[in-house]
């Protein structure tokens, strides 16, 4: 239930996006009008959460896209992403290649029919560099574009291959997330644009 408790004059014109979890009720991609009142929902089962819920384009059509799937407690996902039609059909679902996950920070379409997608890896890996470990763990982030649909992996990132822990302000963890990829973006000569919470940094990446 969504309650609205101010309007304004100046608001955009169209619906709410939400993608509503871990309160009173069922988690899921909500639509609703600027009133609350309900025009959409997809109930996710128990323990299953939701997000980054919008609108893109695909194969020319307006579609509705989402990531589902499970979140650990310092906020990784480990799921698959959605993507539904203008009459809430589902048109394909999206899963990470390689033996990763989906991660829930980005999904997002390109032109060309691909999604890029990010994933979290966990790996041993030397952390005395930060005053931990010779055998500790770090999060390895991972950028992939993926056809839709085929499935296929066309492009894979990861950042423990190009970036140092040493350039992370993150402070050192049992499981180091010392990078924690938040977006992905193509610029416009198709180069990727990859953001890092971690590091503090968007790192332009040549495909080639």
Same mark, same amino acid.
């Given at each position: ?11 955009? &014109? ?100 691909? &999604?890029?997608?990010? &994933? ?67 610029? &416009? ?20």
């Amino acid at each position: 239930k969504l309650t609205v408790s101010q309007s304004s004059a100046t608001e955009a &014109a169209g619906d709410l996006f939400t993608a509503p979890y871990r309160g009173a009720g069922q988690n899921g991609p909500m639509i609703t009008d600027t009133s609350g009142n309900l025009v959409w929902f997809d109930p996710l089962p128990n323990g299953l959460e939701a997000f980054d819920f919008r609108t893109q384009t695909y194969a020319g059509q307006p579609v509705l896209t989402w990531w589902q799937g499970y979140v650990t407690a310092t906020g990784q996902g480990y799921g698959e992403d959605e993507i539904y039609d203008d009459t809430y059909q589902p048109v394909a679902t999206v899963t990470a290649g390689n033996g990763y996950q989906s991660d829930l920070h980005e999904f997002q379409l390109t032109a060309s029919g691909t &999604a890029l997608v990010t &994933a979290y890896q966990p790996v041993q890996w030397d952390t005395s560099s930060m005053g931990g470990s010779a055998n500790g763990v770090v999060i390895d982030a991972i950028m992939q574009e993926i056809d839709v649909a085929t499935g296929n992996v066309l492009f894979e990132w990861h950042s423990l291959d190009h970036v140092a822990l040493t350039a992370s302000y993150a402070g050192l963890s049992a499981q180091y997330d010392y990078f924690h990829i938040n977006s992905i973006d193509e610029d &416009a000569a198709g180069n990727l644009l990859i953001s890092s919470r971690g590091t503090h940094t968007i790192y332009q990446i040549d495909r080639t």
